[in-house]
Nanobody, 135 residues
Framework: QVQLVESGGGLVQAGGSLRLSCAAS????????????MGWFRQAPGKEREFVAA???????????DYADSVKGRFTISRDNAKNTAALQMNSLKPEDTANYYC?????????????????????WGQGTQVTVSS
């Protein structure tokens, strides 16, 4: 079992920044955090959960990241395998970024450069952290 805890959400004015963190604990059989792909999703009130950003496990050498078009150039995903954490740096925030943000892990991906973007590819999810951007 893998447990994920998000933090860093809050209230910010439009144009501001927030940094979300995701701390992972536990492990699946045969794999540890360095072998997990990490992703961030968000869900706004009345809307379906949507992909935000993800990063490959990278083989410990080169990491690949992908982003939703709506956040490209503003958000940056990163990971620290030594600390079993992932982060989402969010800059130039807009009111439409308001949502509950979820961290997720894909523990079964074997391709080091693959970046999963679909919800079904993720095995474990955090409880979410609320981000509210005021206009």
């Amino acid at each position: 079992q893998v447990q994920l805890v998000e933090s860093g959400g809050g209230l910010v004015q439009a144009g501001g920044s927030l940094r979300l963190s995701c701390a992972a604990s536990g492990h699946t059989s045969g794999r540890t955090f360095s072998r997990y792909c990490m992703g961030w999703f968000r869900q706004a009130p009345g809307k379906e959960r949507e992909f935000v950003a993800a990063i490959s496990w990278g083989g410990g050498i080169t990491y690949y990241a992908d982003y939703a078009d709506s956040v490209k150039g503003r958000f940056t995903i990163s990971r620290d395998n030594a600390k079993n954490t992932a982060a989402l740096q969010m800059n130039s925030l807009k009111p439409e970024d308001t949502a509950n943000y979820y961290c997720a892990v894909d523990t079964s991906n074997s391709a080091s450069s693959y970046v999963p973007k679909a919800e079904y590819e993720y095995d474990y999810w955090g409880q979410g952290t609320q981000v509210t951007v005021s206009s």
